[in-house]
């Protein structure tokens, strides 16, 4: 038996179909429990564990104990402590476990910070960089100033963004319609400037790579397959890398700027968790404390009694 298979594979390859078939979880989501649950196979396998039905509390809460003791964020912690109580809740009512070892398994709480957020002005500059960058008439530079549009003007996730076709799109009453986690549609609205970067791209760029296999897929890669998420994120490396001063940020920091800006131009918080797809309110409420950070540095910075 190697250290990462308890019981073989076919518990986790039952748990994986119980993913993605009967839940819906995404590629990304199903990838990352997989590794999280793999990690916890080799520990307690080398503390002696030879079975998923003799895992206890006692190993759950030791694994936690050297995920922070390697220097695991709280947030990796959390997500791992997930995986092991959605994992042996399912195996205890499928009855492949007696009984469930992580019901009182407690993960730090994720911390309430997010990564760097651009300022207005840092966001008009990135998206002013794709566009010098589109006048080259590359169409992979065209489509990336598209890309860098909608993200920004929808707030939307990575993952939702390169699931778009075309007619997801109404490019009259400007909404497009997004697939979100848990295969939970949403309407999202973009403004004037996403809608034209986007007709720049369907009449000079997409024509250029389209192939029999791009399908109605909205955004491709050279080659005129559906857009990898990893171009996406390159793309938006390299522009915000061209604004001095920019914290480095993928696709997910231009949605929390999305957010942020929204919120600091008086938006309403519930429109905000509408337009993101967040389940809780708490998941936006964090960018309230973003906002309400950034008021109290500028006002500390500008008042003369502050």
């Given at each position: ?23 819906g979880r995404s590629e990304h989501t199903i990838r990352g429990y997989l590794v999280d649950l793999r990690s916890l196979a080799q520990f307690v396998h080398e503390r002696g564990t ?163 296999e791009s399908g109605a897929a909205l955004f491709l890669g050279r080659r005129g397959r559906r857009v990898d998420p990893r171009t996406v994120r390159e793309a938006v490396h390299t ?44 998941t936006t409420q964090v960018y309230t404390h973003v906002s309400v950070e950034r008021l109290r540095r500028s006002f500390a910075q500008a008042h003369p009694r502050a």
């Amino acid at each position: 038996m190697t250290a990462s298979t308890l019981d073989g594979d076919d518990l986790i390859a039952a748990y994986e179909r119980h993913l993605r078939l009967e839940l819906g979880r995404s590629e990304h989501t199903i990838r990352g429990y997989l590794v999280d649950l793999r990690s916890l196979a080799q520990f307690v396998h080398e503390r002696g564990t030879d079975s998923w039905q003799e895992v206890r509390l006692a190993d759950l809460r030791a694994w936690l104990a050297w995920l922070d003791a390697s220097g695991a964020s709280r947030s990796t912690m959390a997500r791992r402590s997930a995986a092991a109580r959605g994992f042996f809740g399912w195996a205890t009512r499928a009855g492949s476990c007696p009984k469930d070892p992580s019901l009182r398994l407690i993960a730090p709480k994720r911390s309430k910070t997010l990564p760097g957020v651009l300022r207005q002005d840092q966001a008009t500059s990135v998206l002013d960089v794709a566009a010098v960058a589109a006048d080259d008439d590359d169409p992979v530079h065209i489509r990336d100033r598209a890309m860098m549009e909608l993200l920004y003007a929808g707030g939307i996730r990575v993952g939702e963004l390169v699931g778009l076709d075309i007619d997801d799109l109404d490019r009259h009453d400007l909404i497009m319609r997004v697939v979100g986690k848990g295969d939970k549609e949403r309407t999202v609205p973009f403004g004037r400037p996403a809608a034209t970067a986007v007709e720049h791209w369907l009449s000079s760029g997409r024509p250029r790579l389209v192939t029999t296999e791009s399908g109605a897929a909205l955004f491709l890669g050279r080659r005129g397959r559906r857009v990898d998420p990893r171009t996406v994120r390159e793309a938006v490396h390299t522009m915000v890398a061209h604004v001095p001063g920019a914290p480095d940020m993928g696709p997910h920091g231009l949605r929390h700027s999305a957010a942020t800006h929204l919120l600091e131009g008086g938006a309403d918080i519930r429109t905000v968790q509408e337009l993101l797809g967040h389940a809780s309110l708490s998941t936006t409420q964090v960018y309230t404390h973003v906002s309400v950070e950034r008021l109290r540095r500028s006002f500390a910075q500008a008042h003369p009694r502050a």
